[in-house]
């Protein structure tokens, strides 16, 4: 008997509860990415099946808990090559939920065992009259105020850049002191040479030394401008996007009840607000329950997001930079090029240099395996540039241990060999096959039983 077809969504749970959408709005979001699977896989087996009859569809929607959970089902299905699309809701690029195309319902399954039935409306309405009950909007706002502490060890820290290599802690000591008393100053240095790195970090007694600080920039030091900006916790130091200046914040959790006003007058404690702007749907007109809240100054969105929760109106937002889409593609390419990286070392240079482990080429070079053990580098690869692949291998002084070829493959006598600036630019791109394996349709030849390093 055949499985049933089955089309999987997985939907954010906290965008009701925490994030202030309204249920029309996430439906809409499990809708798109529904439609946008199907159509991107229209003429997929599975999916004629399951558009045959379209009175019974089956559809199983499911929840997870926030971006962080979404994101990790996501990564799993690309890991096993399941189809699906990722709905990133644009223009503040906010992932939402994701739709499997029309699968049999028992290959993948096994992938949304630890999620739950969606019940985000039910939830949310039981929590919010909860919550209202519990803790009241004016003694929610107390406590939260009480949460941030103005003169906390993280809203008195500078960091300092831009320092000459003859700058001393004294010297930053002498000339900061006119803003405040100063508990504590340090200049980083190379463990190795102990000279400077060209930056440090000053910690102020009180939080509004280091506000007026920031208002006297810019600041020169010995002839020289050096930089100032807010600390940035240990915790957010790892992601991209903290690196980046900008002056304008992205705001979600919003109701429709918080007005321009509202988030004008909260957050112009930080810094001059410019404008505020609450994304509305554009057939209703309604708020989406997110905006973006420009300053004059980006010292005043490096306050902000020290603070971990604003509250307006009793309901806790949250903010976080506004990039750019420039900026944004810019933080995605550089997460790529580290994950590559890191997949890299993991994978090819977990032994080192002198012992390189499998190597798993791709479809295109007809499931080759390359296992490539004890790869003699002497002579730093000089003697590769000629690799005859007739009747054995012909590496110089290179010493290829076992290599297992696939099914009826063609080599030849064809030259493989790679010179020593070649080999590192194809470690480099992440293929550490012989120069032109990349098209292995043209160069498999007949191996037939011939010796390849086999011993």
């Known amino acids: ?20 959408w309204n249920v029309g709005s996430v439906m809409a979001q499990g809708c ?15 999916t004629q099946k399951y558009l045959e009859d379209l009175d019974n569809m089956h559809k199983v929607v499911l929840e997870a808990p926030d971006q962080e959970a979404l994101q990790k089902a996501a990564d799993k299905l690309t890991e096993s090559e399941v189809k699906f699309k990722l709905w990133v809701e644009q223009p503040e690029n906010f992932p939402t939920c994701l739709a499997l ?37 004016k ?24 320092l000459g290599p003859s700058t001393t802690e004294e010297q930053l000591k002498d000339y900061f002191e006119q803003f405040g008393q ?10 190795d040479s102990g000279k400077s790195r060209g930056f440090g970090f000053i910690t102020f007694e009180k939080g509004e030394m280091v506000d007026s600080c920031q208002k006297a920039r810019p600041h020169k030091l010995k002839g020289r401008t050096i930089e100032t900006k807010r600390a940035t916790p240990r915790s957010e130091s790892g992601k991209l996007e903290t690196q980046y200046t ?27 607000v410019t404008n505020v702007n609450q994304i509305l749907w554009n057939d209703t007109g309604k708020k989406r329950g997110f905006g973006y809240v420009e300053f004059d100054d980006h010292d005043a969105v490096d306050k902000i997001i020290l603070v971990p929760d604003h509250t307006v109106k009793g309901r806790k937002l949250y903010s976080k930079k506004a990039l750019s889409k420039t900026q944004m593609e810019m933080v995605k390419k550089a997460r790529e090029g580290q994950e590559e990286n890191d997949n890299w070392g993991n994978s090819h240079y977990g032994g080192g240099m002198g012992a390189m482990g499998r190597m798993g080429m791709d479809h295109s070079m007809g499931n080759l395996c390359m296992g490539m053990e004890n790869i003699n580098m002497g002579n730093r690869m000089r003697q590769m540039a000629n690799m005859g692949m007739g009747n ?3 590496m110089g002084n290179g010493n290829m241990g076992y290599m297992g070829m696939g099914n009826g493959m063609n080599m030849g006598n064809r030259n493989m060999g790679m010179s020593n600036s070649q080999f590192f630019e194809e470690r480099k791109n992440r293929n550490m096959a012989m120069a032109n394996m990349g ?11 011939s010796h390849m390093g086999r011993r």
């Open 1 to 20: 008997m055949s499985s049933t077809i089955v089309q999987y969504i997985l939907v954010r749970g906290d965008l009701l509860l925490k994030q202030g």
């Open 32 to 46: 798109h990415a529904a439609t946008a699977a199907i159509h991107l896989h229209y003429t997929d087996e599975d």
């Open 101 to 137: 195309k029309p699968y049999p319902k028992q290959d993948v399954q096994k992938y949304f065992k630890k999620f739950k039935l969606y019940k985000g409306p039910e939830l949310s309405i039981k929590d919010t009259k909860e919550s209202e009950k519990v803790k009241p909007a």
């Open 139 to 162: 003694e929610a706002s107390k406590k939260e105020e009480a949460d941030y502490n103005p003169d906390s060890k993280l809203m008195r820290k500078l960091f300092v850049g831009g």
């Open 182 to 191: 100063v508990l504590d100053i340090v200049i980083m240095k190379f463990p």
């Open 246 to 272: 900008v002056q304008k914040i992205y705001v979600e959790g919003l109701r429709d009840d918080i007005s321009d006003a509202d988030l004008k007058e909260h957050f112009a404690q930080f810094g001059n």
């Open 392 to 394: 054995g291998m012909n």
């Open 439 to 449: 098209r292995m349709n043209n160069m498999m030849g007949n191996m037939g039983n």
